[in-house]
């Protein structure tokens, strides 16, 4: 494979649907420092998704929903197969520590540019004086907050001059004749890869839904904020309604956070809703009681606060 070059972007061509692909295609969306998504190719709309539904629902269907309802009746009940019908195919330029969490979504076909074949791509992503992000206290996976940027300078500083470091020995070998396989091995994972990612509509909302969450790198979470914004949202705007509604912005309760919001409610009873956060604590799930820390108990917490049952400046 040899190192992607879009093509230039079209002019914006006319309001219909295959216009609106010849506008999106090839056209490279900034992400990072360096980055870009680019669709190279799309199969399938809206209408897609409904054609098959009505193929394994039968006419029916036609009389009792509009392509809206039907649509957001799939995603609702996890109906799948209908968005399998469409596909996805895009030209991606993603630091390596980022594609490393991409690329464990296995349902996608990847072609990736080869170090071994080429020369690795000479950008690495830089890290600017207030990007700098700190180790969050209450989540071992996460970050909380930036450093100020003084700090933050001497840490880009630093960065510089190792990638700057890296990328020289890596040309030192490739001069002495050794082999780009293994010349390549001290290269930082910043370098910047690219490949090609073809995903149906499923899996993709799929990827979305776990990459675009507040609990994803901040890195990644900028590519698939992109891929969604800017290429699923046009080209697929009512699944892309659905799935905001119905997996983005839905909130899942346990039998255990039901079972807790119904004792809540009894208990506060004549004071009203928000409860404090005494009155949670009070009826909390048994099994939670005694615990110090428990994260079950923290993600019970923060959707009630978001329900406005709890609220969070009352103790
Ligand atoms: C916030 C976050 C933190 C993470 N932290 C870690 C971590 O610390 N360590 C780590 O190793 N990974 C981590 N991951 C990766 C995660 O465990 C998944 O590998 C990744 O999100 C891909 O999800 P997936 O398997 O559902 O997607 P896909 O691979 O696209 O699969 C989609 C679905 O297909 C089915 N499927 C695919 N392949 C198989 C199979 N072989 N057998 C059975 N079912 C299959 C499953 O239902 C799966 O959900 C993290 C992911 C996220 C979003």
């Not at 190279?40 to 929903?65: F, H, I, L, N, P």
């Not at 799939?74 to 968005?83: D, E, M």
């Not at 100020?148 to 890596?170: C, F, I, N």
Request: aromatic content about 8%; glycine content about 6%.
């Amino acid at each position: 494979m040899t190192h992607a070059d879009p093509a230039p972007v079209p002019a914006p061509a006319a309001n219909d649907r295959s216009g609106l692909l010849e506008s999106l295609r090839w056209r490279k969306f900034p992400v990072l420092d360096d980055g870009f998504v680019a669709l190279v190719d799309s199969m399938g709309d809206d209408g897609s998704v409904v054609q098959a539904a009505r193929v394994s629902y039968g006419e029916g269907t036609r009389k009792v929903s509009d392509d809206r309802q039907l649509i957001r009746y799939l995603l609702r009940h996890a109906h799948t197969t209908p968005f399998e019908m469409a596909e996805l195919k895009f030209v991606v330029r993603v630091p390596m520590d980022c594609w490393r969490q991409w690329i464990r979504h296995r349902t996608a076909s990847v072609n990736e540019y080869s170090t071994r074949y080429s020369l690795a791509i000479d950008s690495m992503q830089a890290t600017h004086d207030d990007e700098w992000r700190s180790q969050a206290a209450n989540n071992r996976q996460g970050s909380a907050g930036y450093l100020p940027r003084d700090a933050g300078h001497k840490l880009s500083q630093s960065e510089t001059e190792l990638q700057s470091l890296a990328r020289r020995v890596y040309e030192e070998r490739l001069e002495a004749g050794i082999a780009r396989e293994q010349a390549r091995k001290d290269l930082p994972l910043a370098t910047y890869t690219e490949a090609y990612w073809k995903i149906n509509l499923h899996n993709l909302l799929h990827f979305l839904a776990l990459r675009m969450d507040s609990h994803a790198q901040l890195e990644i979470r900028r590519y698939a904020e992109t891929i969604g914004q800017e290429i699923v949202k046009p080209l697929f705007p009512l699944v892309w309604e659905a799935f905001i509604d119905y997996r983005v912005e839905a909130i899942r309760l346990t039998r255990l956070d039901q079972e807790l919001i119904r004792r809540l409610a009894k208990q506060a009873g004549g004071r009203g809703m928000p409860a404090t956060q005494a009155d949670f604590m009070a009826v909390q799930d048994p099994s939670w009681k005694g615990l110090e820390r428990c994260r079950e108990r923290d993600e019970c917490l923060l959707k009630l606060v978001n329900l406005g049952l709890v609220n969070p400046s009352n103790p």
